[in-house]
């Protein structure tokens, strides 16, 4: 008799224990992530957390009022409105987003960065269907007649650190033994500085970043050359959240097939290239 009501007190103590933890949990309900109506689960209640590295206009930049806008925000504000949150846009830096890092901390829900998917960015990450198509382009300055990266000899290119542009030059240079000094710049902002103010002769990424920097931009900067590297841009969402990469992928269809897709392209990017 003893015994059974010790391990009764012990029982209703632990019961007593398993309410203040559970009504705790309920009052950090805000902090500490939520789950939407159709059972995805967030890394904050209300809000759909994105991992982005600015600037990348076209695909997310901030605005004259400091509000991040672009290609990419529009797309992903389609995901959070079907999740019935709002979206809010976190900026760090790209090595953290494309290697998987943030999302698995629990920083963001989601990494939208005009990111390519890439095999070996597939081992760390899962990613949405494609939602963009792009190629790599070497920029120069207005009137340098360089159109080849052979040409370069001698010469200096910008790349952006991290990037698939940053590989594809390491590549070409290795490959090709090219004699060119390849310089790696934080962000893309940067690197257009720094061919703007000439410590580079070229600058490598992706060709619609330079289409938005030369429409802001006119008669400084054209593209020299292409190189179809036939790269794809993916959402990204940790290993195995599969209810989150269900709903990109759904809301990424749905915007493909009522023509939001298209209207978005229209905005941020322009008219579409005919095949
Ligand atoms: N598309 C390129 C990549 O994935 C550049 C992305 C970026 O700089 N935001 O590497």
Same mark, same amino acid.
């Given at each position: 008799m003893k015994s059974l009501g010790y391990s009764r007190r012990m029982a209703t103590l632990a019961t007593a224990a398993a309410l203040v933890v559970g009504g705790l949990a309920g009052c950090a309900k805000e902090d500490t992530g939520g789950t939407t109506e159709g059972g995805v689960a967030l890394i904050k209640a209300g809000a759909l957390t994105t991992c982005t590295h600015l600037p990348y206009a076209p695909f997310q930049a901030p605005d004259e009022t400091g509000k991040v806008v672009g290609f990419d925000v529009a797309l992903v504000d *389609?995901?959070? +409105?079907? *999740?019935?949150? =709002?979206?809010?846009? @976190? #900026? =760090?830096?790209?090595?953290?987003? +494309?290697?998987?890092? #943030? *999302?698995?901390?629990? +920083?963001? #829900? @989601?990494?939208a960065a005009g990111m390519t998917i890439t095999d070996e960015r597939k081992q760390v990450l899962d990613f949405s269907d494609p939602y963009f198509d792009a190629t790599q382009a070497l920029a120069v300055l207005t009137g340098n007649q360089v159109k080849t990266l052979e040409e370069l000899a001698g010469k200096r290119v910008g790349v952006q650190g991290g990037t698939t542009g940053e590989d594809y030059i390491k590549t070409q240079v290795e490959q090709k033994s090219l004699d060119i000094e390849v310089v790696s710049y934080k962000d893309l902002a940067a690197q257009q500085q720094a061919l703007a103010t000439k410590q580079v002769d070229a600058a490598v990424n992706d060709l619609p970043v330079w289409n938005e920097y030369i429409k802001n931009n006119v008669g400084k900067v054209e593209v020299a050359a292409g190189f179809d590297t036939g790269e794809q841009y993916g959402f990204a969402v940790k290993k195995g959240n599969a209810e989150l990469l269900k709903a990109v992928n759904e809301s990424l269809a749905a915007a493909r097939a009522d023509g939001t897709y298209d209207q978005i392209y229209a905005t941020w990017i322009g008219a579409k290239p005919t095949a």
């Open positions: *389609l995901v959070a +409105k079907k *999740l019935g949150v =709002t979206q809010e846009i @976190i #900026d =760090t830096p790209f090595e953290g987003i +494309k290697s998987g890092s #943030d *999302l698995n901390a629990g +920083k963001c #829900d @989601i990494a």
